[in-house]
Protein backbone atom coordinates (compact mmCIF):
# COMPACT_ATOMS: atom_id res chain seq x y z
CA UNK A 1 0.00 0.00 0.00
CA UNK A 2 1.41 3.37 -1.20
CA UNK A 3 0.11 7.14 -0.22
CA UNK A 4 1.55 9.68 -2.60
CA UNK A 5 0.25 13.32 -2.32
CA UNK A 6 0.39 15.98 -4.91
CA UNK A 7 -0.66 18.83 -5.44
CA UNK A 8 2.00 21.40 -3.53
CA UNK A 9 3.77 24.11 -5.06
CA UNK A 10 4.68 28.25 -5.06
CA UNK A 11 1.59 30.45 -4.75
CA UNK A 12 1.13 34.32 -3.49
CA UNK A 13 -0.47 34.91 -0.09
CA UNK A 14 -4.27 34.90 -0.55
CA UNK A 15 -4.12 32.39 -3.68
CA UNK A 16 -5.25 28.56 -3.47
CA UNK A 17 -3.99 25.02 -4.16
CA UNK A 18 -5.51 21.59 -4.22
CA UNK A 19 -3.28 18.92 -2.29
CA UNK A 20 -4.07 15.43 -3.11
CA UNK A 21 -3.81 12.38 -1.84
CA UNK A 22 -4.41 8.87 -3.46
CA UNK A 23 -4.09 5.75 -1.69
CA UNK A 24 -2.91 2.34 -3.59
CA UNK A 25 -2.48 -1.01 -3.35
CA UNK A 26 -4.07 -3.55 -1.00
CA UNK A 27 -6.33 -0.47 0.72
CA UNK A 28 -9.69 -2.23 2.25
CA UNK A 29 -11.38 0.46 4.42
CA UNK A 30 -10.19 3.57 5.37
CA UNK A 31 -11.37 5.10 9.20
CA UNK A 32 -9.96 8.34 9.05
CA UNK A 33 -7.83 10.36 6.62
CA UNK A 34 -5.60 13.46 7.28
CA UNK A 35 -3.69 16.04 6.61
CA UNK A 36 -0.35 17.24 8.63
CA UNK A 37 2.17 19.80 8.06
CA UNK A 38 5.93 20.50 9.30
CA UNK A 39 7.57 23.69 8.71
CA UNK A 40 11.44 24.37 8.96
CA UNK A 41 12.49 24.31 12.67
CA UNK A 42 8.64 22.99 13.77
CA UNK A 43 7.34 20.21 14.81
CA UNK A 44 4.47 18.40 12.17
CA UNK A 45 1.13 19.75 13.28
CA UNK A 46 -2.52 18.13 12.60
CA UNK A 47 -4.16 20.27 9.81
CA UNK A 48 -7.29 18.49 9.01
CA UNK A 49 -9.20 15.15 9.58
CA UNK A 50 -12.13 13.67 7.68
CA UNK A 51 -13.44 10.07 9.27
CA UNK A 52 -15.75 7.63 7.59
CA UNK A 53 -18.45 8.29 9.76
CA UNK A 54 -18.25 12.04 7.46
CA UNK A 55 -17.20 14.04 10.93
CA UNK A 56 -14.50 16.74 10.24
CA UNK A 57 -11.63 18.62 12.60
CA UNK A 58 -9.70 21.25 11.55
CA UNK A 59 -6.81 22.89 13.26
CA UNK A 60 -8.45 26.36 14.30
CA UNK A 61 -5.67 28.47 11.99
CA UNK A 62 -7.17 27.32 9.12
CA UNK A 63 -10.69 27.06 9.99
CA UNK A 64 -13.18 28.69 7.22
CA UNK A 65 -9.94 28.92 4.57
CA UNK A 66 -9.19 25.04 4.45
CA UNK A 67 -11.62 22.05 3.13
CA UNK A 68 -11.18 18.67 3.70
CA UNK A 69 -12.60 15.73 1.43
CA UNK A 70 -12.94 12.49 0.37
CA UNK A 71 -13.76 10.07 -2.75
CA UNK A 72 -14.45 6.89 -1.24
CA UNK A 73 -14.38 5.01 -4.60
CA UNK A 74 -10.77 6.01 -5.62
CA UNK A 75 -9.24 6.37 -2.30
CA UNK A 76 -8.44 10.05 -2.55
CA UNK A 77 -8.30 12.36 0.11
CA UNK A 78 -7.81 16.78 -0.81
CA UNK A 79 -7.34 19.46 1.01
CA UNK A 80 -8.73 22.33 -0.95
CA UNK A 81 -6.78 25.44 0.22
CA UNK A 82 -7.96 29.04 0.43
CA UNK A 83 -6.76 32.70 1.59
CA UNK A 84 -2.73 31.01 1.95
CA UNK A 85 -0.99 33.29 4.44
CA UNK A 86 3.18 33.40 4.68
CA UNK A 87 2.38 31.15 7.79
CA UNK A 88 0.60 28.49 5.82
CA UNK A 89 4.08 27.28 4.15
CA UNK A 90 5.07 23.66 4.90
CA UNK A 91 5.58 20.46 3.90
CA UNK A 92 2.52 18.83 3.79
CA UNK A 93 1.52 15.59 4.47
CA UNK A 94 -1.38 12.92 4.23
CA UNK A 95 -2.08 10.12 6.76
CA UNK A 96 -4.88 7.83 6.41
CA UNK A 97 -6.11 5.06 8.66
CA UNK A 98 -7.42 1.83 8.00
CA UNK A 99 -7.57 -1.73 7.01
CA UNK A 100 -4.70 -2.57 4.67
CA UNK A 101 -3.61 -5.66 3.52
CA UNK A 102 -5.59 -7.43 6.17
CA UNK A 103 -4.36 -4.97 9.43
CA UNK A 104 -5.19 -2.01 10.67
CA UNK A 105 -2.20 0.72 9.83
CA UNK A 106 -1.41 4.38 10.10
CA UNK A 107 0.00 5.35 6.70
CA UNK A 108 1.82 8.47 5.90
CA UNK A 109 2.52 9.58 2.37
CA UNK A 110 5.72 11.58 1.48
CA UNK A 111 5.20 14.99 1.78
CA UNK A 112 4.37 17.90 -0.81
CA UNK A 113 5.65 21.22 -0.15
CA UNK A 114 3.46 24.23 -0.17
CA UNK A 115 5.36 28.22 -0.21
CA UNK A 116 3.16 30.89 0.13
CA UNK A 117 5.36 34.01 -0.87
CA UNK A 118 5.69 37.19 -3.00
Known amino acids: VQLQASGGGLVQPGGSLRLSCAASGGVESITAAGWYRQAPGSQREFVAEITSGGSYRYRESVEGRFTISRNHGLNMVYLKMDDLRPEDTAVYYC?????????????WGQGTQVTVSQ
Open 95 to 107: NVDGFMDGEYRSL
